[in-house]
């Protein structure tokens, strides 16, 4: 979406997004600096992708030691972090999931390419082990979600700017409302191999579903021998608070695809975690990458492992949560929002349509030096880093209150 007024594209970039006007320079923690001196408290964290805080010294550490040393192989050859990295991801995550504590995990680049990944093994797997009649497989997904933005994946988008002149479409996908679990449950045939969905759909708006939702889809998916597969690529890694989402319903999916965070904002980083048994029918020739697993994402891989294994980053979330919420159930009560809603670090806040966009508040945010990204129409996406402290927090919260007013009064 453009919006409306806007400059066109200037120079040699093709305009597919269009970012509010501010030109980053430098960055450290919650704070980033533009090119003219301005700070601004960052509370979108590129989407969860800087959730640990930009340039944390953990990281750019991990991040300058190998690149003294070795930064690519391709896959054609091994290197001494690739094992290391599965090997802590999976002791991590793996038992989190259904695969336990001898989970698989497939190194990819993009969030994108880890749900192709997913897409693939789960496919496989019903041809080969679920007996899938060859070519119709399906997969179940949820409306308004968000997994990225191959043409596969857009093809069971319902979005219609992401999926509108893209066609042909990918076939095998089945579309059910979100936060229904009754309607993924008449959705599955015994063509179906997936049930593929965000923990908390995020692009959507921080949509949280209801807490039977994910615990009937373990229990119906088990019975039909189809996998759960969580896209925990925006939700995972200590942004709800845990290490997964699903950890907040105490359900192990049986594949989840990681991303963002994992790459603790230096290098992209993806992964699919969890079963042996369906990880395993990919074999060398079926799938792969050249950058997949590479030395330089691994020892940034490996050091956000590390940082995760503490609990601390997921600690923080809650803490942080614990101050975010209140806050904005405020705003919702003095009739600045219309809602507000999350968990852990993570709120979508809707605007009254009449007050302005999305993209209004978020300029009115920036002017007040907070930086912020509106998803679809009057909502807005909060997703501070989780080094941020409660006094910058309490700022920004209280720049979003100044934000609201001024729109309230001008309406
Ligand atoms: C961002 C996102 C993706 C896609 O990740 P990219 O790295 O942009 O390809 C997939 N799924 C979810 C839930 C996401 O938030």
């Known amino acids: 979406m453009t919006t409306p007024g806007a400059p066109p594209a200037a120079g040699s970039l093709v305009h597919n997004y269009d970012p509010l006007r501010v030109t980053i320079a430098t960055a450290q923690g919650p704070w980033v600096t533009d090119v003219a001196g301005h700070r601004y ?15 944390h010294p953990l990281l750019v550490d991990a991040a300058t030691r190998q690149l003294g040393r070795l930064t690519l192989t391709s896959r054609a050859f091994g290197h001494d972090l690739l094992h290391p990295f599965a090997d802590a991801l999976a002791e991590l995550v793996g038992p989190l999931t259904t695969g336990g504590r001898d989970a698989l995990v497939l190194p990819m680049n993009t969030g994108a390419e880890a749900v192709e990944t997913a897409v693939k093994a789960a496919r496989k797997w019903g041809y080969e082990v679920k007996g899938v009649p060859p070519d119709e497989a399906t997969i179940v997904v949820g409306s308004g979600n968000f997994h990225g933005r191959t043409t596969t994946i857009v093809s069971f988008s319902d979005d219609a700017d ?4 893209f066609g042909p479409y990918t076939p095998g996908f089945r579309v059910v409302p979100f936060g229904d679990a009754a309607a993924v449950a008449a959705a599955i045939d015994g063509t179906t191999v997936a049930v593929l969905l ?11 579903p209801p807490d039977d939702y994910w615990p009937t889809l373990r229990a119906t998916t088990a019975e039909r021998d189809v996998l ?9 890694l200590a942004r709800t608070g845990t290490t997964l989402a699903c950890e907040l319903w105490g359900v192990q999916p049986d594949l989840v695809t990681l991303g963002k965070a994992l790459g603790g904002g230096i290098v992209p980083v993806s992964a699919v975690v969890g079963r042996r048994d369906v990880l395993e029918v ?8 050249t950058f997949g697993g ?16 503490s609990g601390e980053p997921q600690a923080r979330a809650r803490e942080l949560g614990a101050v975010l919420h209140p806050r904005l159930a405020r705003m919702v009560a003095d009739d600045l929002l219309d809602d507000a809603r999350g968990v852990g670090l993570w709120a979508g806040l809707d605007l009254d349509p009449a007050r302005g966009t999305g993209r209004d508040l978020c300029e009115a945010l920036l002017a007040r030096g907070v930086l912020a990204k509106d998803t679809h129409g009057s909502t807005i996406r ?5 080094v941020i402290s409660v006094n910058e927090l309490e700022t920004a919260l209280s720049a979003l209150e100044d934000a609201l007013s001024a729109l309230a009064e001008a309406r």
């Open 228 to 236: 759960l597969v969580a896209d925990e690529i925006q939700s995972g």
């Open 382 to 386: 909060l997703a501070p880093p989780a």
């Open 198 to 208: 965000e923990p908390v759909q995020g692009e959507s708006g921080v949509v949280v």
């Open 162 to 165: 992401a999926r509108r002149g």
């Open 41 to 55: 408290l960052d509370l979108l964290s590129a989407y969860s992708a800087l959730t640990f805080g930009h340039r």
């Open 294 to 309: 590479n030395p330089l994402a691994c020892a940034v891989g490996l050091a956000v492992v590390e940082l995760l294994a």
């Open 282 to 289: 990919l074999t060398p020739g079926t799938h792969g990458s």
